[in-house]
Structures are given as structure tokens and as C-alpha cells.
């Protein structure tokens, strides 16, 4: 069973970085694509960012793009999200995900790490 584990949210002012982290356990991690998803106060999870199982290809909503970046360290069984330029409208509760080879779907969720962007 898959296990994923997120950190590094915290408190920062707009304009500021933070890299979350997420640990990977359970299976073989080169087999996952991984995932970024984002749950804001009274709004439903959106798609933030994802990554294919070999890190060579990435994919941003749009309004990440050029701001956030995903990667990955299969060594380390782990995946990254840089936010660089964060905004108020950033702060969510952020979410790493697991997409196994041939699923349609992200089948496994981490617990979530808080993102607060202060104005």
C-alpha cells in the first residue's frame, strides 16, 4: 500500500517561496506518476500540478505556470513542488498524490500540508 507523506507548508508573505515535500513509501516510486492537488477554505480540490513516472514530462494548471515547478528524485522516492512569486489566492491545504502505471485515476492522497500566503 502506498503511503505518502507531505511537509514544508507554513506561513509566508506574498511574493515569498516555500518547496513542499513529498515521501513516497509503500511501492516501487518509478512506477507512480505524482501529483499536486490544492483544497482551499469552501472550495473543492483542484489540480495544481503533475509529474510522469520518469520526471521527463510536467503539467501545470494555468495559474501556476511559471510560478511552481514539480520534480522528482527517484532515489529519494520523493517529489518537490517549488512555489516561487506565492499569492494570497495560493493558500490551500496542498496535497500529494499517486497515480499507478495505467490508472486513470490518482489513487492515493497524502494528509495534506497547510500553505498560508499573508498579504
Known amino acids: 500500500q502506498v503511503q505518502l507523506v507531505e511537509s514544508g507548508g507554513g506561513l509566508v508573505q506574498a511574493g515569498g517561496s516555500l518547496r513542499l515535500s513529498c515521501a513516497f513509501s509503500?511501492?516501487?516510486?518509478?512506477?507512480?506518476?505524482m501529483g499536486w492537488f490544492r483544497q482551499a477554505p469552501g472550495k473543492e480540490r483542484e489540480f495544481v500540478a503533475t509529474?510522469?513516472?520518469?520526471?521527463?514530462?510536467?503539467y501545470y494548471t494555468d495559474s501556476v505556470k511559471g510560478r511552481f515547478t514539480i520534480s522528482r528524485d527517484n532515489a529519494k522516492n520523493t517529489v518537490y513542488l517549488q512555489m516561487n512569486s506565492l499569492k494570497p489566492e495560493d493558500t490551500a491545504v496542498y496535497y500529494c498524490?499517486?497515480?499507478?502505471?495505467?490508472?486513470?485515476?490518482?489513487?492515493?492522497w497524502g494528509q495534506g500540508t497547510q500553505v498560508t500566503v499573508s498579504s
Open positions: 498524490a499517486a497515480r499507478r502505471l495505467l490508472d486513470s485515476d490518482f489513487g492515493s
Open positions: 509503500g511501492r516501487t516510486f518509478s512506477w507512480y506518476a
Open positions: 509529474i510522469a513516472m520518469s520526471g521527463g514530462s510536467t
